[in-house]
C-alpha cells in the first residue's frame, strides 16, 4: 500500500521524536540497526520541499523537548533550549547572558547572535538573578557536564536542568531532565524529573523514568533574596538527591531479587542454590567430576 507523503512524514517525525539521547542524528541518517526501516529518510519521502519543512519541525520539537544545549560564540558555559527561552520567529533566549540567538535544528548549530532587546524586569529579575546563581552553583556541584537556566515566566521562576553522558564506544546514551517552577508568593515549587537511558550493545533496552513533585517552602524573603534563593536551590538538591536514591535502590531490589526469582529453581546440579553462598559454589568442577 502506498502511503501519503504527510503518512510518510509522520511516521518518520515520530522515530525522530522518540530518539534516544544524543542519537537523533544516528537515527535521522538510519544509521541504527533498528531503524533500518529508514535507510535514509530523503528517499522515503521522496520530497525534498515536504522533507526539509517537515523533518525540520520534528527536529526543532525533538530538541526544546528534550533541553538540547548549544554553545554561543565566545561564551563556554552551554544554553538550553526550551520553550521557556523560546521567542517569536525561531529565535531564543540565554537568561545568563541576555542574549537571542537562532539555531540550525539540523546541525544544531548557533547562528544569528544578538543582544537581548529589552532591559529586564526590575521587579522579578533580581530574585531570578538570585535564583540563577544559587542554581547555577548546584549544578556545578552536582553535574559533572550539567547546565540549567533560570527564566521570569511571569509571577513564578521556572528552572530548567540537564545533564547528558553520551559513551557510544561502549553502546550507551543517557540524559537528565528536570524542570522546577517556583511560586515565590506562596513558597510553592512544582518539578518534574526524567531520565532516559539507552542501552544497545546486542539488543535495544531502555529506561524511561518520570516523577512529578511537588514542595513547599518558604515565601520569598524581598530583604534578603539570596537566602531565598538558597533555599529554593537547596529544596530542589533534596528532591532531586531522594529521587536518585530511590532509584538506585529498586534497581539493587531488581538485581538482587526480582530477577532471581525469574531463575528456575533448580539448576542442573538438582540442589537449590543459597543465593547468600553463591560465592562458595563451585558447580562447574562438580558437573565435571560427575560426567
Known amino acids: 500500500m502506498d502511503l501519503s507523503?504527510?503518512?510518510?512524514?509522520?511516521?518518520?517525525?515520530?522515530?525522530?521524536?522518540?530518539?534516544?539521547?544524543?542519537?537523533?542524528?544516528?537515527?535521522?541518517?538510519?544509521?541504527?540497526?533498528?531503524?533500518?526501516?529508514?535507510?535514509?529518510?530523503?528517499?522515503?519521502?521522496?520530497?525534498?520541499?515536504?522533507?526539509?519543512?517537515?523533518?525540520?519541525?520534528?527536529?526543532?520539537q525533538y530538541n526544546i523537548e528534550q533541553y538540547v544545549t548549544v554553545i554561543l560564540p565566545e561564551q563556554e558555559s552551554k544554553v538550553i533550549l526550551s520553550?521557556?527561552?523560546?521567542?517569536?520567529?525561531?529565535?531564543?533566549?540565554d537568561p545568563k547572558s541576555h542574549k537571542t540567538f537562532k539555531v540550525d535544528h539540523m546541525s544544531q548549530d548557533v547562528i544569528e547572535v544578538e543582544p537581548e532587546p529589552q532591559t529586564p524586569d526590575e521587579t522579578t529579575e533580581p530574585l531570578r538573578s538570585a535564583v540563577e546563581t544559587a542554581i547555577s552553583e548546584y549544578v556545578a556541584d552536582h553535574y559533572p557536564k550539567g547546565a540549567s537556566a533560570t527564566y521570569s515566566t511571569g509571577e513564578t521562576?521556572?528552572?530548567?536542568?540537564?545533564?547528558?553522558?553520551?559513551n557510544p564506544k561502549n553502546l550507551w546514551n543517557g540524559r537528565w531532565r528536570s524542570t522546577w517552577v517556583i511560586s515565590p508568593e506562596s513558597g510553592e515549587i512544582k518539578g518534574?524529573?526524567?531520565?532516559?537511558?539507552?542501552?544497545?550493545?546486542?539488543?535495544?533496552?531502555?529506561?524511561?523514568?518520570?516523577?512529578?513533585?511537588?514542595?513547599?517552602?518558604?515565601?520569598?524573603?524581598?530583604?534578603?533574596l539570596a537566602a531565598s534563593a538558597a533555599a529554593y536551590s537547596k529544596s530542589i538538591c533534596k528532591a532531586e538527591n531522594?529521587?536518585?536514591?530511590?532509584?538506585?535502590?529498586?534497581?539493587?531490589?531488581?538485581?538482587e531479587n526480582t530477577f532471581k526469582g525469574l531463575r528456575r529453581a533448580l539448576p542442573l546440579t538438582r540442589h537449590k542454590i543459597d543465593w547468600d553462598k553463591i560465592s562458595n559454589y563451585k558447580i562447574g568442577q562438580e558437573l565435571a567430576n560427575k560426567s
Not at 544497545?200 to 524581598?222: A, C, F, H
Not at 531522594?242 to 538485581?255: D, G, I, K, T, W
Open 157 to 166: 521562576i521556572t528552572i530548567a536542568i540537564v545533564d547528558d553522558k553520551f
Open 242 to 255: 531522594e529521587f536518585q536514591n530511590a532509584l538506585n535502590e529498586s534497581y539493587v531490589e531488581l538485581s
Open 83 to 93: 520553550k521557556y527561552g523560546q521567542l517569536e520567529n525561531d529565535r531564543f533566549f
Open 5 to 60: 507523503v504527510e503518512e510518510k512524514l509522520r511516521i518518520v517525525s515520530s522515530f525522530l521524536l522518540d530518539s534516544p539521547p544524543g542519537e537523533v542524528s544516528e537515527v535521522y541518517s538510519g544509521k541504527f540497526w533498528f531503524c533500518v526501516l529508514i535507510p535514509d529518510v530523503s528517499v522515503l519521502l521522496n520530497n525534498n520541499s515536504v522533507f526539509q519543512e517537515g523533518l525540520l519541525d520534528a527536529l526543532r
Open 192 to 224: 518534574s524529573i526524567k531520565i532516559n537511558v539507552h542501552y544497545y550493545e546486542d539488543g535495544n533496552v531502555q529506561l524511561n523514568s518520570t516523577k512529578d513533585i511537588e514542595i513547599t517552602s518558604s515565601p520569598v524573603n524581598s530583604e534578603d
